[in-house]
């Protein structure tokens, strides 16, 4: 699969280069490629991608997706990002208006990237809750080390967040390297 990580720090860099090792063919779009060896301008990298993992600061999704909707729209689109200091962690009413052909996930923005560094926690894998109009990212998951759970379509994305709010309330005081299954009969 050939996929563009818009942004190579911790979540981008550790998710983009799990999925190297998995096989994928992975490019990095960067503002300044000449910080990333390898990695290309943002148009570029999406150019040649029939994927996208966004992984910069959550705040500046709308205004990427405003500059990029074209070569976002109909491409698969993970949203990995976490507006910490907005009124919602996602901005999908937004992304979902600009780009309405695009096929968007709201997926990895629920642990720390050392979970995906080191996906073994406690000799287990973690389950990755994920919302998205289908099950078609479900091998990206596995590949990335965790254990794929949907929680249900684009109306679940708050449901997802919640995940996010529980890890980082916890890894305040059990550590960043924790992760949740999901157990049924």
């Not at 994928?24 to 990333?36: D, I």
């Not at 919602?88 to 642990?111: Q, V």
């Not at 679940?156 to 967040?161: L, S």
């Not at 995940?163 to 299954?181: D, N």
Request: charged share 20%; hydrophobic share 45%.
């Amino acid at each position: 699969m050939k996929i563009a990580v818009i942004g190579a720090g911790r979540v981008g860099g550790t998710i983009g280069r799990r999925w190297e090792a998995a096989g994928h063919e992975v490019v990095y779009g960067l503002r300044e490629p000449s910080k990333k060896q390898g990695a290309k301008p943002i148009a570029d990298a999406l150019r040649s991608a029939d994927t996208v993992l966004l992984a910069i600061p959550g705040a500046a999704v709308v205004q990427f997706v405003q500059q990029h909707a074209t070569e976002l729209d109909g491409k698969v689109v993970i949203d990995a990002t976490n507006n910490f200091g907005g009124a919602s962690m996602h901005s999908w009413p937004e992304i979902s208006a600009l780009a309405p052909k695009a096929r968007l996930y709201r997926a990895f923005n629920t642990y720390g990237f050392d979970v995906f560094a080191e996906p073994l926690v406690g000799g287990e894998r973690p389950d990755l809750f994920y919302a998205g109009p289908d099950e078609a990212i479900e091998q990206l998951i596995t590949d990335a080390g965790v254990r794929p759970v949907r929680v249900g379509g684009t109306d679940a994305v708050d449901a997802v967040d919640g995940v996010l709010r529980l890890w980082f309330t916890l890894s305040q005081s059990r550590g960043r390297h924790i992760g949740f299954r999901l157990l049924s009969d």
